[in-house]
């Protein structure tokens, strides 16, 4: 059993501390709402690293929004609509297409440098979208150039408070109401975080796969402490794998973005031969699902761990000039984008699913918000149309401040008391736990799914609950209670969607279902699962 809260609290035996919104987590989504927010409110940021650890900051690809002229903002929601799968919320995807635009003002105004042409903005193409959409920054570090701008104009408000190395525990909550936050400074002291509003910016859970483009800090932190505290859960069985990942001795699954193929990148496996013909007709420019799927079925194959990304017929200024960042990395390792073949494969990239909310990013929990990879606004779907993730993130980011800005103080304080009951240390290393979890995932919970595999998981996975009666103290042993959370949460959802959709595959289903499962699947902390037919609006 998954207890209420991690560790034993007594509010009234640890230092308060009051502020108007409290943001958890950094990224795009926490600090442009910070950022935002921060016009009106006092606003505290707690990340458990950095501002400048996050998943935005390795985001190569861009970000979309409908610019050219040859655009429209209809074009944008069909093409979102049809990568999702049927799973997507056609009002929550109007609102993106609508107001990404706007969004990207914003970002240009804070200090982002976006990269230009002649001029004006320079658009590209990606895989699954039909037109030019596509803003990036210095070629292909988007992410890293976001959260730069973000990063200095946040330290620079008189109005944003930022806690670096602090790691939050649990959300505070009583009568469906969120007070705030438990958080563990890096001494190990703790403290009650009381906000009018809390938001969670905690990113996506990578790290429950032993291979992952995400940093160590992707652990679905926010996901698990949102369950807990009783927030709905929705559509975590899809999990986005990114198709092509650097798959070489000794490098980090380093992400070789989709703009690669979008600038005429093809796909070959060992033999030489391109594939991607046999697959789909949008070729190498399909879902990420769809050519994660292909790699596999050609590895398998040819019975190989990779195959490769082919840029060489293009010229090697372009690459360079367009790529500087990938072509940089892959030469660490003796790989040269403008002559070699690239090796990839897929590595877990995104999780379509988390925290779900409304149109506000507004939670079922009052008081407590969601934004970015943490949270289900019905955008993504079963499958997140490339570089939707950041227009997402500032689009309803904005929202989200609205209705903060709406909310009248918060009256009164919780009373909580939870008597020690937790003495015994975890034995085991926490290292040797988590790996153990995240080669579990990957075997049972990753790319292909089956009844047989995802009962086996979720059963091994279960052995593991005595972990929440010891003494937890280390962030390293609160992270990985969260891991096992969220991991048992996305290997229960798996099993219980008998279909193939978006990023859920499964071999014993491997058809799309719309009779029975055009729907999706919700967990709520002490309540029966629910299954919710998707509205078409």
Known sequence: MIPRYLVDIDLDKVPHHKTDVVVIGAGIAGLFTAIKASETKKVLMITKKSLLDSNTRYSQGGI???ISADDSPD??????LIAGAGLCSRESVDVLVHEGPAG??????MGTHFDRENGELALTQEGAHS?????HAQGDATGFEIIRALSEKAKQSPNIEIWDDHYVIDLITENEICYGALVQRADGQRIFVHGDATILCTGGAGQLFRYTTNPEVATGDGIAIAYRAGADIRDVEFIQFHPTALSYPGAPRFLISEAVRGEGAILRNINGERFMAQYHPQLELAPRYVVSKAIVSEMEKTNSTFVYIDITHESPDMIKHRFPTIYEFCLQYGLDLTTDWIPVAPAAHYMMGGVRTGLHGETNIERLYACGEVSSTGVHG???????SLSEAIVFGRRI???VNELPPLAGKPSLHLPPVRNELLKQAIIEKRLKLQKLMVRYVGLTRNAQGLEKGVAELKRQLPLFE???T??????????LTTALLVAEASLIREESRGGHYRDDFPEVDDDHWRKHVVFQYGKPRREERVSDD
Not at 75 to 80: E, F, R, S
């Open 401 to 403: 401040v609205e209705a």
């Open 104 to 109: 990207v003002e914003d970002l240009i105004r």
């Open 474 to 483: 280390k962030k390293e042993e609160l992270e990985f209670a969260n891991l």
């Open 64 to 66: 979309a929004a409908v």
């Open 75 to 80: 074009y944008h929601l069909q093409d979102t």
């Open 131 to 135: 037109q030019r959409r596509i803003l």
């Open 470 to 472: 010891a003494k937890l």
């Open 382 to 388: 079963a499958n997140r149309l490339a570089s939707n």
